[in-house]
């Protein structure tokens, strides 16, 4: 690799290392379930202690992962493949009615509050996991398509862009190759955090029925359901949370390590940074 | 600015269009949701017939359009119709709730924006670097705290085992100025999330600007720091954060529905759960007005603080 | 009279001490709530309704019907008719509660265009039929001999109003413990004593209620002092408080019964085999351990434990396989699919819906689990699906029976409809001697423990959390009975 | 500030600055003293490195580059060099909260050769002025502070050509012409009261006249005792202006004296093409074989800003096959208008653009291939128009894979041609755009643009950035596309008489109006339009403050004047 902000990555990579691990191989270590204990315990060969319906929070935390990185991962990429390209139209268009006829449609569905069209979706979707991440990128792509647009703007208008058009450059090429990756860095920002709040909104969905099981081994929904016994068997709301919190943090401070990388090693003739000489040479290892 | 004039009507203009659209939408769903506010009330008592005295008395034999076209008759006479659980004005519901959530929204902005934009600059500043890592790790961390657990652990602590605050707002009604106390935590839930993604967007902005010519430019010609941050640099970064900031907003008056239930503040959050509950159609209907406006307006503002940030896009070919 | 059950299970002991504020949280209805005694439907809205009103009859711990403004009744020896004397009381405005006042309010509840929740109660009685023999004497006609006609006194709603009372809701005027001084829907409803209540003073000065919808919410006001009284609480809550000092909890027994329903009238369950080997895919045990986190005792398939007239002779009910297996084998149902319904309308059920679906998969039926809508749960469960969750408060075995088991009843959720059955529900009713009517009602039970719809699997414990400070609150008193939420008698230490 | 370290007398120093990146020594050895009230000139070839020298004394290098020496501003050291303490000046260290603070004790002016790179985009052009200004008012009672501050960013801006000053301050950088962004710039130089002033070409961009007041300004800011660095390909520029010359070649310095010295007799190889400006000696006819086929007509045209301003009113010009159209007129006078207008990038106007018999659509994005490539524009600002990201010869490379379908790696070989054709390695066209000097990229934008074959090659101020040799070489080459491919036909933008005089007709534009219209050699020699003949008279008599005597200020003037 070279010259990543190595510090940043490496953490980043710890952070997300845990519970990728936990995500992919935990199910193969988790075994068959045990027989079920009152719930919101501790003790009794459970080191975890037990959740919500008396199971071993050990073995919920093993199973719990998949579906948080594919449900979750799948709904914000998902958003972001509606969500960027039509930010970008927008951004790109000249047309002034075709921004609206894009955009506010849009706006409507913000207006709508996320508790009704959840609502509406648990009664007209068959539950399941693909409805789920479709439900919760819906509700993602007008906010993320809004913020795309607004930081691309910019980009959008500078004489790079019209020297890609004077060329003929197909409009994917300008838009994503170039206005795309110039606003990369807020974009990454704002993917971050969405990705967070997918998560969660995939356990209050699981709570009112759609997607997954309203008691399934899902960090989130574990997070979510558990809470009742905060105080008798934390444990249960604990660690599907602190996993949960090292895989979002993790994966931002990667992102964060590679557009760093990036910036150092993409704009060499930006002549901007003084550098010892030393620090030359580690930055070219 | 003729252009901009204009644009701002047609803006306006459209939002109307959105409002009504926004409302028929959510009449719509409201209307397409399984059972009534006739089975809402029958609730664990599903008696056929009481449910069909209650129809009749609720007038929702009557089809779907015509109950939405009356509805819709009192609208220009500032009439927004009646609950149909409690027979009340719609807007005696909202008004009763507007204040609260208006109150937070307003107290949870207020040092929302200084903060947010606050570390996201500094961590711009500094980035790469231990305060940066501090602070992107904490936002990281605090978003991908669940709110309900951030509230529980505040509550914890300040309310319940120091005694500094009072835990809910139980009991103060709407009068939550005369208990400043009390909206200390709700606000602290509140700012936790928005301040982290607002910080990252502006970190995110002002690492690019930071790094451009044209501030290496005022750095160079001795405009102090502070001001080549926030004068200079920042306004790069404002766009996307502007856009983010106005769905905090929306979201804060729209519904913090886990903040109003655990502090006990009865805004439009509380109202909506409630009524979406008893199918209270003309209550939904109602709420779905006043959220449409301030969506659009809230949208109309952001974009306006777009267009501002981004001057060069009004030559576009 | 029945206002001695608070002398038992005074939470805390001393004397009565007069004066105070107390403040009670309550899940509640938001800004639909109302005063209007005949409509409430929500715990907040009963307990309101207690404290403003009274019903002729209550409830007991045991569900048995007590006096309250009736000082007494008496049945004609065809049980069809029934003399109903008041005691002497007035309503707050002071004019004394009579006859009249009674009939008045029965038929506002019997008024089809109010479509109130009591009206299914009060149809044994001819209200057209009924008088008012004196100012404080009703005579009750009815439709058909009712042994149990003091239950339609007692039952839910059943509040007397002031004859022509119509702004309930904004002027509430009745003859109970407390007088209203201020409502405001959705939030708070502050009352003060009523000094002349019949029943005896109360011993609060003021007595608010409170409005907290979110169960954290209710245990953190009560922690930090806000409110003196929290109403339902979650069993991990009490479980985390109890005997720490800080509050005190209350567990009221058998408050809620825990079921799943069967629809008898439909495969799989039209064969009592099935039904059967259901009952024995139970674990009630891990059930009640894992949905109620132990909170609650385990059932026997039967409605009302603890009341007058339960059948506690059968042999309890527990899990067993391989005799479920062998049952579905009979039946020809061995890879038997089935859709549970459930969802997040009461405590416990989408959890207890996930255990029994582990539980079932160890008989070889594959369970699957349906999680609906909350808030129309009850009427689509009602008449769709095969097997559902299910639960109710308490109330006379007779009033669950005629409710629900009943070929003609309104909410027969497990479809048993047996006219064999229905006629001795009806032999039961005219039967005025009390041991032959519980051997009929014990014949009922055993034919519901055999082959019946409903497999309860538990009875949850109602869970109130209280100030120390707060005594006179009623341990024993399941939810929905007199002593339940009974404001008059609690004081302040 | 000890002063110690610098050499007596001297503001500013560089001291054995050797620069290399990828192997590469950009800059060797170079050593150079600025003194206060000196002009002290860097001249030589496009991308010898006068550049990456202007910034060193800024404090700032290319990234990743290996530096050694020693860069001294105010006796304090700049920068990284090895042995050396705390980086200081303006050079952003990441991160490092003490950055700027030193170069408050010695701000550097700077203006860089691509000026809009240093406009915030989103700020008012006269928001920087103003904080400059307000940091130098802080002594006045709060009240006059805006006031006087505000008087003084409309004197610098006066003092940098721009009179109307109050009217350009409110607007955003792209609401300026090319020209008047250099000057902004400028007067924020100016403004600062720096005691060094690196100024990278100055003076291009600029038509004749303000060229000349330009000149005049730098002569009064080194009156004021300030030391100027001038890195410039105007010799006309540097000869009325320099104190000291040096003479940069690959990064060396392979001349350096008095400027009359330098300039007059060149001592080493390095100079040698320097003083005689040869274009005059290769030429004697003008540019291309015009035929009389119309390709291009504009009709009608009134150009409007956004803001509703009319800019620009052309009611007829035509251009005919084979013939070079040279476009001349004061900065800001629409130029870069016009030749947007044809090139489809600027689309609120009235009229009619056509190409050949066809109307062409106003903006680029309804023009299909054919029309795109018929109709190719090379930038005025060429830094800004590539992707900062990619390598250049993929961004040259594209123009012929899209609008002549020619295989990707075909394309890139055409590329590499071209490229070389205008004198641009392999080696510097396979690094990204911030890896290339100023002239480097204008080559490599104006290859972009040949690669699409056009019909109609519309050039803003393709040559500004470069030196002599490379001008003419540049022109040589239009020269030969125009006669060899005689479909072509050329638009000129400049400010350069001395090429418009090979154009086969000219026209004047002023304040958006065309006042003049004809064939070069009528236009230019007797010009009928008072501008015409100011500008014409500018650029012959370049102003020689304190005369340079001798042959090489005349040889200059001869070659021009001869040429015509
Ligand atoms: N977006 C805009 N809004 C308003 N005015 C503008 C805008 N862009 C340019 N102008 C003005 O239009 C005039 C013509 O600009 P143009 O760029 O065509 O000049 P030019 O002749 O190319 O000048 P230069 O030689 O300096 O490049 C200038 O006065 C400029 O300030
Ligand atoms: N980051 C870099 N990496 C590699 N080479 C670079 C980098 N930056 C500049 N160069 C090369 O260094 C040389 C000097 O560039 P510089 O910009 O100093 O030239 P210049 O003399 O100013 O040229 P011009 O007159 O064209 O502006 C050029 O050949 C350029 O390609
Ligand atoms: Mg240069
Ligand atoms: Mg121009």
Redesign the interface.
């Known amino acids: 690799m070279r010259g990543l902000p190595s510090a940043r990555f490496a953490l980043g990579a710890a952070l997300v290392c845990v519970p990728l691990v936990i995500a992919l191989a935990g199910p193969l270590f988790a075994g068959e379930p045990g027989p079920r204990a009152a719930s919101f315990t501790a003790g009794g060969g459970h080191w975890l202690g037990t959740d919500f319906v008396g199971r071993d929070v050990v073995r919920q935390v093993l199973l719990g992962g998949r579906s948080v990185v594919l449900v979750a991962l799948s709904a914000t990429a998902l958003a972001y493949l509606v969500a960027v390209p039509l930010g970008l139209v927008c951004a790109l268009t000249r047309r002034h009615w075709l921004e609206e006829v894009l955009m506010r449609p849009l706006d409507v569905l913000l207006a709508v509050p996320s508790l009704l069209m959840i609502l509406l979706a648990a009664a007209a979707f068959p539950p399941g996991a693909t409805g789920l991440a479709l439900l919760v990128a819906l509700v993602n792509i007008p906010d993320a398509a809004r913020v795309v647009r607004a930081s691309a703007a910019e980009a959008a208008s500078r004489p790079a862009v019209e020297a890609l058009r004077m060329q003929g450059e197909s409009w994917w090429r300008t838009a994503v190759g170039h206005v795309g990756r110039s606003v990369a860095r807020p974009l990454c920002a704002d993917a971050g955090v969405r990705l967070t709040g997918a998560l969660y909104l995939v356990a209050t969905a699981a709570f009112l029925g759609i997607g997954v099981a309203p008691d399934a081994a899902d960090w989130a929904v574990m997070v979510d359901r558990n809470r009742t016994g905060l105080f008798v068997q934390p444990w249960a709301v604990v660690v599907p949370a602190l996993l949960v919190v090292a895989l979002t943090t993790g994966c931002n401070l990667l992102v964060d390590a590679a557009l760093g990388a990036r910036r150092g090693t993409s704009r060499p003739g930006a002549a901007r940074d003084v550098l010892a000489s030393d620090q030359v040479k580690e930055r070219r290892l | 600015m003729s252009g901009l004039g204009s644009w701002v009507a047609r803006r306006l203009l459209l939002g109307c269009v959105q409002t009504v659209a926004v409302v028929l939408l959510v009449f719509g769903l409201t209307e397409a949701l399984p059972g009534d506010a006739a089975v809402a009330l029958a609730g664990d008592q599903p008696d056929p017939a009481r449910i069909a005295a209650l129809r009749e008395a609720m007038e929702l034999d009557r089809p779907a359009h015509e109950r939405f076209a009356d509805w819709a008759a009192g609208l220009p006479r500032g009439d927004l119709g009646h609950s149909l659980a409690s027979g009340r004005p719609v807007s005696s519901y909202l008004s009763g709730a507007f204040g609260p959530s208006l109150l937070l929204a307003a107290l949870t902005v207020v040092p929302l924006v200084p903060l947010g934009v606050g570390l996201g600059v500094l961590a711009a500043r500094f980035e790469d670097r231990w305060v940066d890592r501090l602070v992107s790790a904490v936002t990281l961390g605090v978003y991908a705290v669940p709110e309900f657990a951030l509230g529980v652990l505040l509550v914890t602590v300040f309310a319940l085992r120091l005694d500094w605050l009072p835990p809910t707002a139980v009991g103060y009604g709407t009068d939550l100025l005369g208990h400043p106390a009390a909206l200390v935590l709700p606000v602290l839930v509140l700012l936790a999330r928005p301040v982290c993604s607002l910080s990252r967007l502006v970190r995110a902005g002002m690492i690019d600007a930071l790094a451009s010519p044209y501030v290496a430019q005022a750095r160079r010609y001795g405009i102090p720091d502070a001001r080549v941050r926030y004068a200079h640099a920042l306004p790069n970064a404002v766009a996307p954060a502007a856009q983010q900031l106005a769905r905090t907003v929306d979201w804060l008056l729209c519904g913090v529905i886990v903040v109003e239930a655990l502090f006990v503040i009865p805004g439009l959050g509380t109202v909506l759960m409630d009524a979406v509950a008893e199918r209270d159609v003309p209550v939904v209907q109602g709420l779905a007005v006043v959220f449409g406006v301030v969506t659009v307006v809230l949208n109309l503002g952001a974009d306006l603080v777009a267009h501002r940030f981004a001057p060069r896009t009004e030559v576009a070919a | 009279g029945g206002s001695r059950g608070d002398s038992g299970g005074a939470s805390g002991g001393g004397t009565p001490r007069r004066g105070g504020r107390l ?1 009670a ?1 309550f899940a509640g ?6 005063l209007d005694p005949h409509r409430a ?1 929500l715990f907040a809205d009963v307990a309101r309704a207690k404290a403003l009103y009274d019903k002729l009859a209550d409830y007991g711990d045991d569900l048995s019907a007590r006096p309250r403004l009736a000082s007494s009744w008496e049945a004609r020896p065809g049980l069809d008719r029934w003399k109903v004397s008041l005691r002497r009381a007035e309503f707050h405005d002071g004019r004394p509660v009579t006859a009249r006042d009674v009939l008045y309010s029965y038929r506002r509840i019997a008024d ?4 109130f ?1 009591a ?2 109660s009060l149809e044994p009685v001819d209200l057209d039929a009924s008088r008012a023999v004196d100012a404080r004497t009703v005579e009750f006609v009815l439709k058909r001999p009712t042994a149990e006609f003091p239950n339609v006194l007692a039952s839910f709603g059943a509040y007397i109003v002031p004859e022509g009372a119509r702004d309930l ?1 904004r002027a509430p005027v009745g003859s109970g413990p407390f007088r209203l001084v201020s409502f ?5 409803a502050v009352l003060r004593r009523n000094d002349d209540y019949w029943d005896g003073a109360p011993y609060l000065d003021e007595l ?1 209620f ?8 209710r245990v ?2 009560l ?2 002092g ?2 003196e009284y929290a109403h339902e609480l ?4 009490a ?3 109890e005997g720490r000092g800080r509050i005190e909890i209350v567990r009221l027994r058998n408050s809620a019964m825990q079921a799943f329903a069967m629809k008898t009238d439909r495969a799989p369950f039209d064969d009592p085999r099935v039904r059967r080997a259901f009952f024995l895919i139970a674990d009630r045990q ?1 059930l009640v ?3 109620l ?2 909170a609650g005792v385990v059932g026997n398939d039967l409605f009302g434990k603890g009341c007058e007239f339960y059948a506690d002779d059968l042999p309890q009910r527990t899990q067993d396989l391989d005799r479920a297996r062998s049952l579905l084998e009979e039946a020809g149902a061995s890879d038997l699919r089935v859709t549970l319904d459930t ?3 009461a405590a416990g059920f ?2 207890a ?3 029994f679906r ?1 539980q079932a998969a160890g008989a070889g039926v594959t369970v699957e ?8 749960y ?3 469960v ?1 008449d769709s699906g095969t097997l559902c969750c299910y ?2 408060g308490a109330m006379p075995i007779e009033s669950h029976i005629s409710q629900r088991l009943l070929t003609d009843s ?2 027969n959720a497990t479809k048993w409809a047996h006219k064999d059955f229905d006629a001795l529900y009806r032999q039961a009713q005219a039967t005025k001697d009390d041991e032959e009517r519980a051997a009929l009602f014990g014949r009922m039970q055993r034919r519901l423990y055999a082959e019946g719809g409903f497999l309860v699997w538990g009875f949850a414990d109602w869970i109130i959390g209280t100030a120390p400070s707060v005594r006179g609150v009623d341990r024993k008193a399941p939810a929905n009975t007199l002593d339940w939420v009974r404001f008059d008698k609690v004081w302040l230490a | 500030m000890s002063g110690s370290e610098t050499a007596p007398g001297a503001v500013a120093e560089i001291e054995g600055l050797t620069v290399s990146v990828g192997g590469r020594r950009i800059l060797d050895g170079v050593s150079l003293r600025v003194r206060p009230g000196r002009v002290t000139a860097l001249v030589g070839p496009s991308g010898s490195g006068k550049t990456t020298t202007g910034r060193a004394l800024l404090g700032e290098f290319p990234a990743g580059a290996l530096v050694s020496g020693t860069v001294r501003v105010g006796g304090e050291r700049v920068g990284h060099v090895p042995s050396g303490p705390v980086p200081v000046g303006p050079a952003p260290v990441r991160g490092g909260p003490a950055r700027g603070t030193a170069a408050r004790g010695a701000p550097v002016g700077h203006v860089p050769q691509d000026p809009a790179a240093v406009l915030n985009p989103v700020r008012r052009v006269g928001a920087l002025l103003h904080d400059i200004a307000l940091g130098q008012v802080r002594g006045l009672p709060r009240r006059a502070r805006r006031q006087a501050a505000r008087a003084r960013v409309l004197e610098a801006m006066a003092a940098a050509q721009l009179p109307d000053g109050a009217a350009l301050v409110g607007r955003f950088p792209h609401q300026l012409s090319g020209g008047q962004q250099q000057r902004i710039v400028l007067a924020q130089a100016l403004l600062l009261g720096a005691r060094v002033v690196v100024a990278d070409e100055p003076t291009t961009g600029q038509d004749a006249l303000t060229r000349r007041r330009v000149v005049e300004e730098l002569a009064a800011v080194a009156a004021r005792g300030i030391g100027v660095v001038l890195l410039s390909h105007d010799l006309a520029a540097v000869r009325a202006l320099a104190d000291e010359v040096l003479v940069l070649r690959d990064g060396r310095v392979v001349e350096r004296g008095p400027a009359q010295r330098v300039l007059r007799s060149p001592a080493t190889s390095g100079t040698r093409e320097l003083p005689p400006v040869k274009l005059a000696l290769t030429r004697d006819t003008a540019f291309g074989a015009p035929r009389p086929d119309v390709v291009l007509r504009v009709r009608d045209l009134h150009a409007r800003h956004p803001d509703g301003s009319e800019v620009l009113h052309v009611p007829d010009l035509a251009l005919r096959g084979g013939e070079c159209l040279a476009v001349l007129g004061r900065s800001g006078s629409g130029k870069t208008t016009l030749a947007r207008c044809l090139a489809g990038l600027h689309r609120t106007y009235d009229g009619q653009v056509l190409l050949g018999p066809v109307v062409l659509p106003r903006s680029l994005r309804d023009r299909d291939r054919r029309q795109l490539a018929a109709v190719q524009y090379v930038f005025q600002d060429a830094r800004a128009s590539f992707d900062e990201r990619r390598p250049l010869r993929d961004q040259v490379a594209r123009t012929a894979v899209r609008l002549r379908g020619v295989p990707a790696r075909d394309a890139r070989a055409e590329a590499s041609a071209m490229l070389g054709a205008l004198g641009l390695s392999t080696v510097s066209a396979d690094r990204c755009p911030g890896g290339l000097s100023g002239g480097e990229l204008q080559r490599a934008a104006l290859a972009r643009a040949l690669l699409a074959r056009p019909r109609v090659l519309v050039c803003d101020e393709v040559t500004a950035g470069l030196d002599t040799d490379t001008r003419r070489d540049t022109l040589d080459l239009l020269d030969g596309l125009l006669r060899t491919r005689g479909d072509m036909s050329l638009v000129l933008v400049t400010h350069d008489l001395v090429a418009a005089r090979f154009a086969s007709r000219v026209a004047v534009l002023d304040a958006g109006e065309v006042v003049e219209q004809g064939s070069s050699a009528e236009v230019l020699t007797a010009p009928r339009h008072p501008l015409t003949a100011a500008l014409v008279a500018a650029s012959k008599a370049v102003p020689v403050p304190d005369a340079i005597p001798g042959p090489a200020g005349s040889s200059c003037r001869a070659s021009e004047a001869g040429s015509a």
């Not at chain 3, 405001?184 to 708070?188: D, I, K, N, S, V």
């Open positions: 403040r949280a209805g938001g800004a639909g709530e109302t439907s089809p265009a109010g479509a929740r009206k299914a809701d405001a829907p959705g939030r708070t608010e409170l409005v907290a919808d979110e169960e954290s919410a953190n006001a922690l930090g806000q409110v979650n069993p991990a809550t479980r985390a408080h891990e351990d894992g949905a986190s132990g969802s997040s309308v989408t959890e819906a996930g255990i582990d689990v349906r999680t609906g809508g909350k808030d129309s009850w009427a689509d009602l639960r109710s309104t909410t």
